[in-house]
């Protein structure tokens, strides 16, 4: 597994203005709620479950993302750690990062 660090480049116009996650009652799923400043280049949109060592669990990648909301399920291989975090990186077409940020899952 790979680790998932923040690093962010300053002054991005495009961004991740809000994003939430909630494991479902069953424990087997995450729901990520995405909101974005601006889709309007089209942006690739990859979103991850990190363990606490913040380790990918799973993840998955939305490719010329063109809504500013997204609802998202992500499916956990097995049964979850407690203190999972999701975390949710914004790409430009060239691959550059314009912004990233993880939060805890909420159960």
């Given amino acids: 597994m790979t680790d998932f660090v923040p690093q962010v480049p300053s002054g991005s ?3 991740i203005s809000s994003l939430t ?8 799923r995450v729901r990520m709620g995405i909101d974005l400043s601006n889709v309007g280049s089209r942006p690739t949109l990859e979103l991850a479950v990190l363990d606490g060592d913040r380790n990918v669990i799973t993840h998955s990648a ?12 992500l499916h956990l291989p097995s049964a979850p750690p407690c203190d999972l975090q999701a975390g949710a990186s914004l790409l430009a077409k060239d691959g550059q990062e314009l912004d990233r940020k993880i939060v805890p899952v909420k159960p």
């Fill in 21 to 28: 996650a909630r494991l479902s009652e069953d424990g087997k």
């Fill in 13 to 15: 116009e495009i961004f």
């Fill in 62 to 73: 939305i490719l010329g993302v063109m809504t500013p909301h997204l609802e998202f399920t």
